[in-house]
């Protein structure tokens, strides 16, 4: 029983127990009951057994020796074999490739292990030697101290005295820099009006240079403006001449082509005289041949009588007893005749109908197996693109997941961070983050260069924490970027208009709105240019103060330094289009899934339509198969009538007339052969006639083609020589087109050139005017400068005096100076020596801190030991040398050596049981192969000793068997 839901699935059951369509397709096979089998023999199908070829007997004995559902089986065994295959084969590649990963990671395991058993021996002598330096330190410490105090007291007795004296000094110093501030300010308003007047002076030399050049100009523009006048006079004559030998052109042009059409008119009459000829031709022929039919006709003709003669004389004696038997006959067939007719027409009439059925629904069937052999193919190579597209979509989302071709210090971060770690704070590498459209990439990967492999964290504070982290773990270096990065005050970058400005990087990035401000900061200042001439041009603008980036990757940065050259493939530039890349592979592996499941519903319909029109065309057939059965058997009794009716008028015509005419026919006979020879005679004559003429006209008619070649000749001569000249007609309008343009630019020169003598004269003008002003202020300034310097000689005298009473008290005070700078210095070594042994004491807690996270209070609650120091760091270093020679260490291998492993392991086992499933199928279809052969063989002796007896019994006697030639 089949069960239908509403929801389109279905169920299977046998006595109302649930179970799959093969289990019932098995069940049927075990009784022996399938589309393929005999079990059935309908009608006309002992037929097609007893005239079956060896191969179809075969298949009757297998039948009957019931190895169908064996069959079945093989093959179903054969397609688990080779999935099974293909499985061990994937796998097998598999197990190869984990094995020589979790060698190498085995190796990369021990190595980390006695790396890691080598730091832990080194942080216990590292705190033992710390430890002991810590005690000593303090008690050094201490001692220097007490000298410290006793120092410092004899140092404040003298500076009290010293501090006397220096505050007399300072007020007459205080005196005195006033007195100096005057003095200079009174000097640097001399110094600035000197520098004034060479201004103007310069400034007055730079305009009466600028009016030599605008004289200069205008004197060029003038000789310009002549030599173009000039220039435009030659080059209108020029053109007058070249309108001149255009008009020569067009006349042997027009020449040419009269001269054209007449060759053309005689070659057309000739045609016409060719084809008037073949005509003639093709009618002889044409009699040639009719003649022929009609002597092969007379002749045959002529055959026939001789024929009918011989019979007439032959039968002669027979018609008077048959011609009243014959008739007889005649009446009793023409009713059968009559009867079989109706038969007939009924049932072809029944037949037509029933074959235009069939043939088209066998077209709509046909239509439809090829549309689906179509939509078949159509999926296969959906299939395959998808999943083609779908593993290398995988592939390189794994790759990009292990953060492949990044810096180890990214890879490292990166993957401890979504295995599980501890480090917080991590978001995505920048390249992840933006996009930008292609032709803009190469640019944008220059501006950026390695930051695009940096990692965006939250803030400095984890940026500190995943430095620590790959310190710690050797893991190499990375650059990172906080979210809350501090903004620089940077002038907005000046864009001049430059046609080949595209705009700025902002404008064509895009990305989430989280990480836009990180992106600002990144590119407010970078512009993108065309081509590398534009960016120079940009950068030297002295209020442009950015970076310069073209869409080939070229790049000036802020600073000036110019990047470019050939890009390497494997670097870090490929980031933003391998982010592309995987999208458009995404989108088209999405598109594809939905194209191949589109296609395979459509398929499945299909293949329900098709089955059904299968089976409607079957029964169709077998419809028409019975009704052709029956209307042959109708249409064989009709002919056999109609021929007897035929064959009994014939008789009766035959006898009527040899009875009627006797002799007279014969007599008639003769004279019609005779008149027939005579005929044919004539035939042939007029026939050989005919023949002559025509090969006259055949050799006129070769003649008349071989002129209408040589005149076809001439005129493609003419048609070239014609095209020619028109070639040079245009290149001669192309000529004068140029020369008018020409001058049209000229002309435009000659006005720009004017407009340019206008306007130097108008500069010259203006900077004669700034001139006058100039000269002005340098004679109010001279006056001004000399009042001051006056005023400058009186405050230098009163200065000096000043400066005698402060040399005295200094004398006193540079001798308790020197006293005071001896204590100082032995109290600076005192301090010096205190603060080298808090540094070596801090640089210890620092070292202890960092290295072994091991405080000051717990290093100090270690117990004192005595030993040698020397030792003790002989062996540390020692043991930091052999880390050394390990080379690069990686930690992580320990825990993907343990995951690489077990998937090894699992795999491996996976590969053991596809191997042992496929030697039991092996072992299966070697069985199946035995005992299909074994009843094969039994089956045929038994249908052989059977055929023996049959035979012998249809036939009432002789000897027949059954051989078989192929016991497999």
Do not use: W
């Amino acid at each position: 029983t089949r069960c239908y839901h509403r929801s389109g699935e279905s169920e299977f059951y046998i006595n109302q127990v649930p179970c799959r369509l093969k289990d019932i397709t098995d069940f049927l096979l075990d009784v022996g009951i399938s589309p393929k089998v005999l079990s059935v023999i309908e009608q006309g199908h002992i037929q097609d057994i007893i005239a079956s070829k060896p191969e179809n007997r075969r298949i009757l004995i297998e039948e009957a020796a019931g190895i169908l559902k064996f069959k079945h089986r093989k093959n179903e065994a054969l397609r688990k074999l080779d999935a099974s295959t293909q499985n061990l084969e994937r796998i097998t590649d598999i197990v190869q490739e984990l094995g020589r990963q979790a060698e190498s990671l085995k190796r990369q395991a021990a190595k980390a292990e006695r790396y890691k058993k080598f730091q832990g021996e080194i942080k216990e002598l590292s705190l033992k030697l710390f430890a002991k330096k810590i005690r000593q330190y303090t008690a050094d410490l201490k001692v220097i101290g007490e000298e410290f105090s006793a120092q410092t007291e004899n140092k404040t007795a003298k500076n009290t005295r010293a501090s006397f004296l220096d505050n007399q000094i300072t007020q007459l110093n205080i005196e005195i820099e006033e007195t100096l501030g005057l003095l200079n300010e009174k000097k640097e308003g001399v110094y600035q009006l000197t520098n004034k007047i060479s201004k103007n002076e310069h400034t007055i030399e730079l305009k009466k240079s600028q009016i030599n050049q605008a004289e200069t100009d205008i004197r060029s523009a003038k000789n310009d403006v002549t030599q173009l006048q000039k220039e435009i006079v030659d080059q209108s004559n020029e053109a007058q001449n070249q309108r001149a030998q255009l008009g020569t052109l067009s006349e042997e042009i027009s020449t040419e082509e009269h001269k054209l059409t007449e060759e053309s008119r005689i070659l057309e009459e000739k045609k016409e005289y060719l084809n008037a000829i073949e005509n003639e031709v093709k009618e002889g022929s044409a009699q040639s041949l009719e003649l022929l039919h009609d002597i092969s006709k007379k002749k045959s003709d002529l055959a026939a009588l001789e024929s009918q003669s011989d019979s007439l004389r032959h039968r002669d004696q027979k018609l008077s007893t048959d011609y009243e038997e014959t008739s007889s006959l005649r009446e009793e067939f023409l009713v059968s005749l009559n009867q079989s007719n109706a038969i007939v027409q009924e049932k072809s009439e029944h037949l037509e109908e029933l074959k235009n059925n069939r043939q088209l629904l066998y077209q709509k069937t046909e239509q439809k197996r090829q549309q689906l052999t179509s939509e078949t193919n159509l999926l296969d190579t959906l299939k395959e693109d998808y999943l083609t597209q779908s593993s290398l979509l995988t592939s390189l989302k794994e790759l990009r997941n292990k953060f492949e071709g990044f810096e180890d210090g990214v890879r490292s971060l990166m993957n401890h961070n979504e295995n599980g770690g501890r480090l917080k704070g991590l978001r995505r590498v920048l390249a992840d983050v933006l996009k930008t459209p292609v032709k803009y990439e190469a640019a944008i990967t220059a501006a950026l260069g390695e930051k695009l492999q940096g990692v965006i964290v939250n803030s400095y504070d984890d940026s500190v924490e995943a430095i620590t982290y790959l310190k710690e773990n050797s893991s190499g270096r990375s650059s990172f970027i906080p979210l809350n990065m501090k903004e620089n005050q940077d002038p907005p970058v000046y864009l001049n208009g430059n046609p080949g400005i595209l705009g700025k990087a902002l404008n064509f990035i895009e990305c989430e709105e989280e990480y836009q401000q990180v992106i600002e900061m990144l590119l407010r200042n970078v512009v993108l240019v065309t081509d590398l001439s534009t960016a120079v041009q940009v950068f030297q603008n002295p209020e442009f103060n950015g970076t310069v980036v073209t869409q080939n990757g070229e790049m000036i940065d802020s600073q000036g330094m110019v990047f470019g050259g050939s890009v390497d493939e494997k670097s870090t530039s490929n980031l933003l289009s391998q982010n592309r890349e995987m999208e458009e592979l995404a989108t088209k592996t999405n598109q594809l899934n939905e194209n191949y499941k589109t296609a395979l519903k459509i398929s499945d319909e299909n293949k329900n339509s098709l089955e059904k029109m299968e089976l409607k065309l079957a029964e169709e057939n077998q419809a028409i198969h019975q009704v052709e059965l029956a209307l042959n058997d109708s249409r064989n009794e009709l002919e056999q009538h109609r021929k007897e009716i035929e064959r009994l008028e014939s008789k009766l015509s035959l006898i009527k007339q040899e009875q009627s005419d006797g002799k007279k026919g014969m007599s008639e006979l003769n004279l019609r052969k005779e008149s027939l020879v005579s005929e044919i005679e004539n035939s042939d004559l007029k026939r050989n006639q005919l023949e002559e003429a025509l090969n006259l006209l055949q050799q006129k008619l070769n003649s008349c083609k071989v002129a209408l070649e040589e005149k076809s000749d001439g005129i493609g001569n003419i048609k070239v020589q014609i095209a020619s000249l028109k070639g040079k007609k245009e290149n001669t309008l192309t000529e004068i087109n140029r020369l008018e343009l020409q001058q049209d630019n000229h002309r435009h020169q000659i006005r720009k050139r004017e407009n340019d003598t206008k306007e130097s004269q108008q500069k010259i003008d203006e900077t004669q005017q700034t001139i006058k002003i100039v000269e002005k202020g340098i004679l109010h300034d001279v006056r001004e400068k000399d009042r001051l310097e006056e005023e400058v000689i009186t405050d230098e005298e009163n200065l000096r005096e000043k400066e005698e009473s402060v040399k005295e008290m200094e004398k006193e005070s540079k001798d308790l100076s020197r006293n005071i700078q001896e204590l100082t210095e032995t109290i600076s070594k005192i301090e010096l020596k205190q603060s080298e042994i808090k540094i070596q004491r801090a640089h210890i807690e620092e070292r202890t801190f960092e290295d072994f996270n091991v405080g000051l209070t717990e290093l100090l609650n270690r117990p004192a030991e005595e030993f040698d120091v020397k030792e003790v760091e002989q062996a540390t270093r020692e043991l930091k040398e052999k880390i050394g020679r390990m080379g690069e260490v990686n930690l992580a291998a320990l825990s993907d050596f343990r995951t690489t492993n077990e998937r090894y392991l699992f795999l491996k086992t996976q590969q053991d049981d596809l191997a042992d499933s496929i030697h039991l199928l092996h072992q299966t279809i070697e069985r199946i192969n035995r005992t299909t052969k074994q009843r094969f063989l039994d089956t045929f002796e038994k249908v052989n000793e059977k055929f023996k007896e049959t035979f012998a019994h249809l036939f009432r006697g002789g000897k027949a068997e059954l051989s078989l030639t192929d016991e497999s």
